[in-house]
């Protein structure tokens, strides 16, 4: 009786890949939201100011000037 790690290993890539997945998709859409709407990124600067810097950041590195 062998025990092989094979259906383990499959099993933690699968869980890792998803929640990579999750990570981006979800970050995708903060980006988008702040990146479209005034008043969320007015709501993100009141409840988590290190985001919005972040956000601000990202934008200045790609050459966008002006959102602030």
Request: glycine residues 8%.
């Amino acid at each position: 009786m062998a025990c092989t790690m094979e259906p383990l290993v499959k099993k933690i890539f699968k869980g890792i890949l998803v929640t990579e997945v999750m990570g981006i998709s979800g970050a995708y859409f903060l980006f988008n939201k702040m990146n479209t709407s005034q008043d969320f990124r007015q709501t993100m600067s009141k409840k988590f100011p290190f985001i919005l810097e972040v956000y601000y950041t990202s934008l200045e590195y790609s050459g966008i000037y002006g959102i602030r």
